[in-house]
């Protein structure tokens, strides 16, 4: 990615941001300075994360997507527009309220690569990622965006030095 001048972008839980196996604010932000991409918002809390925003409350996603917005300006990130849905699920009402505090949201599509611009910003696509993805097949899934001008968006978590180690480091 760093040949193609292509930034990742760090989605965070912020409930989690700094505990045990999980990245600091300061990481973040080191991370950010290191390789020049951008933090954006993925959920407020773990219990959002894990029933999705089609799970929760109109009332409780607007407070959320709203506290993540603030968390990400008040820690100068610059990915403050763009919220990943929790599982990549979504509906009507989710993308009608996140609408109201971002101007893109990603979702995950194993089928498709995103347009450039993407077709909805609110249901932006991704190919989602497992540990038995090669670093060759990414590299190949990299050079195949840029040679089309197409977006590539690649979610992974538990990004870890080792595998088989605990930890959800990071939504890449």
């Known amino acids: 990615m760093e040949t193609k001048r292509m930034r990742p972008t760090a989605c ?35 219990a959002t994360h ?23 300006i008040d820690n100068g990130f610059q990915g403050r527009d763009l919220v990943a849905h929790p ?3 979504f509906n009507g009402a989710v993308m009608n309220i996140a609408s109201k505090q971002y101007k893109f949201a990603r979702t995950v599509n ?21 540990n038995t993805v090669t670093l060759a097949q990414i590299t190949a899934q990299v050079d195949a965006a840029y040679a089309n001008g197409t977006r590539l968006n690649l979610p992974y978590h538990d990004i870890v030095p080792t595998p088989g180690t605990a930890g959800h480091a990071s939504e890449l």
């Open 12 to 46: 965070s839980n912020v409930e989690l941001a700094g505990t045990a196996n999980r990245q600091s604010i300061k990481e973040l932000k080191r991370n950010k300075e290191y390789w020049g991409g951008e933090i954006a918002a993925h959920s407020w809390s773990s």
């Open 110 to 130: 194993i089928r498709q690569q995103e347009t450039q611009p993407p077709g909805n910003p609110f249901t932006c696509r991704a190919q989602s990622s497992t």
């Open 87 to 89: 599982l990549g699920k």
């Open 50 to 72: 894990t029933v999705a925003f089609t799970a929760v409350t109109p009332e409780l996603l607007d407070t959320e997507l709203r506290l993540m917005k603030e968390w990400l």
